[in-house]
């Protein structure tokens, strides 16, 4: 089979995937951030020795782990104006699922980075007449960060990727530009080619820089996670 491939008539509309990937990159910045206060809150409750805090916190990691992300997205923007009684734009129901679903995974990464400290470094720096807050800044904090780097940046990665879905709700994000461009031009493989080569070069642009902080932080003197 023979395919003539036409990316002209697809850089005709340049402007809208600019401004497709502008529409993803905001909503992930966005749900990154709130997703941190959320997971840092939930990781609290799971190492809290209170079932009332620890469970809810539990079954919140394990429902948004255990269940698709699309319907996070159909709940947010459908289910819950109706619950609440409010309206919900599609930004603000694509910033309310990505950031309590990525708050799920952010709290176990940041749990498994408090648990994988050693106890054994809590009692010796306090046995050295170390405060508290001394303890956890000059020891625990830089370990625990290190440790957390990769998988919080997978983590995030992944939101990227997830906010394809946006789409769904009629958000103006990378793939429903795309779908307007694929509607014009009919071109559908030059056009999901140029999703597939922006979404590529961004992630990658972004895992490059987090390498590079990652090695500034071992040459800084943060011990590894291995």
């Known amino acids: 089979m023979n395919y003539d491939w036409d990316f002209a008539a697809v850089w005709a509309y340049r402007q809208m995937f600019f401004d497709g990937a502008l529409g993803s990159l905001r909503i992930a910045a966005v ?3 709130a997703g941190v206060v959320v997971g840092a809150a939930l990781a609290a409750m799971r190492l ?3 079932g009332w805090l620890a469970y809810p916190a539990l079954w919140w990691t394990e429902f948004y782990r255990n269940t698709p ?4 997205f159909f709940w947010a923007f459908y289910a819950l104006p ?3 009684g409010i309206s919900l734009s599609p930004y603000a129901a694509a910033i309310i699922a990505l950031s309590t679903q990525s708050g799920a995974f952010y709290a176990e990464v940041f749990r498994g ?3 994988s400290i050693e106890r054994g470094q809590w009692e010796g720096a306090r046995a050295l007449g170390m405060k508290p807050v001394a303890v956890v800044r000059r020891v625990i904090l830089p370990q625990v960060l290190q440790r957390m780097l990769a998988p919080f940046l997978e983590r995030s990665f992944e939101l990227i990727k997830t906010t394809a879905l946006a789409s769904t709700l009629a958000y103006s994000d990378l793939i429903y530009q795309a779908m307007q461009v694929n509607s014009i031009t009919f071109r559908p493989l030059e056009v999901y080619t140029c999703v597939a080569a ?3 070069f961004t992630l990658l642009t972004l895992s490059l820089g987090a390498h590079a902080v990652e090695k500034r932080l071992l040459r800084a003197g943060v011990p590894s996670a291995s």
């Open 48 to 50: 809290s020795k209170s």
């Open 113 to 115: 980075g408090v648990l």
């Open 31 to 33: 749900a990154i951030a």
């Open 198 to 200: 922006i979404f590529f």
């Open 82 to 84: 109706v619950v609440l």
């Open 69 to 72: 992300p699309l319907l996070h």
